[in-house]
């Protein structure tokens, strides 16, 4: 997703403190009607329009991708669990769906998204009993000067399990590119964009709400459409 940079202060006095309360009160009245039988709507393959490459500043080269992995922490075995994209394909039946992607900017595009279930993944590596949150990561974004500027996210586990949250490998029936986050992306289409992290490198579940990019910079926590 991309970064807008600072839109306001994380916590302002006056106004802006009032208009932060104002999204924490939206945030948990989302929270509280959410339901996984709510699905967004799908689409066919001849409605499809594409999505654009929506990194900010430069693209990431794609050296990073031949020693990729996938690193799972806060699991029930108490284990740090390493998982390259060939175990993950050979191991997980993939889903397909297409679904309209939703930007905060504005704009919107219908995709075509195949992925392994993020609920199969949870099921063969299970969380800690006490998780409710996950922090997913990024370690290839790069800001608008070309610099390391990580990107990572807090998703509650109720919307990890969504029978349509994807952690998706291939986009519109090919593998991933670099410009849609090879080899592994989160695809969550009952959230804003700029949850839909990409190119994955961790996951950390946890008790508590994680730190969250744009938590820090003034936005909503939970970005439910």
């Known amino acids: 997703m991309q970064r ?19 999204i924490d009160v939206d945030d948990d009245v989302a929270e509280a009607l959410y339901s996984t039988n709510r699905l967004v709507p799908t689409y066919s393959k001849s409605q499809v329009t594409g999505l654009k490459n929506n990194y900010n500043g430069a693209t990431p080269a794609s050296d990073y991708i031949p020693a990729w992995g996938l690193t799972l922490n806060g699991l029930q075995s108490g284990l740090t669990v390493s998982l390259n994209i060939r175990g993950l394909l050979s191991r997980f039946a993939l889903r397909e769906e297409i679904t309209r992607f939703v930007c905060v900017e504005g704009w919107s595009e219908i995709a075509w998204w195949s992925g392994i279930q993020f609920a199969d993944l949870l099921q063969a590596f299970p ?8 922090r997913i990561e990024s370690s290839v974004n790069l800001d608008v000067d070309g610099n390391s500027d990580p990107y990572y996210i807090s998703l ?16 519109h029936g090919e ?12 695809v969550v289409p009952v959230k804003l964009g700029l949850k839909n992290v990409k190119a994955i490198t961790g996951i950390r579940y946890l008790a508590n709400q994680p730190e969250d990019y744009w938590q820090k910079r003034g936005y909503s926590r939970y970005d439910g459409l």
């Open 4 to 22: 807008f940079g600072e839109h306001r202060k994380f916590n302002p006095p006056g106004k802006d403190w009032l208009l932060n309360k104002a």
């Open 127 to 134: 969380p800690a009993s006490q998780a409710k949150w996950a």
């Open 156 to 171: 509650d586990m109720e919307t990890a399990k969504h029978p349509q949250t994807l952690l998706a490998t291939h986009y």
């Open 175 to 186: 593998p991933l590119t670099v410009e849609h986050g090879a080899p592994l992306r989160l």
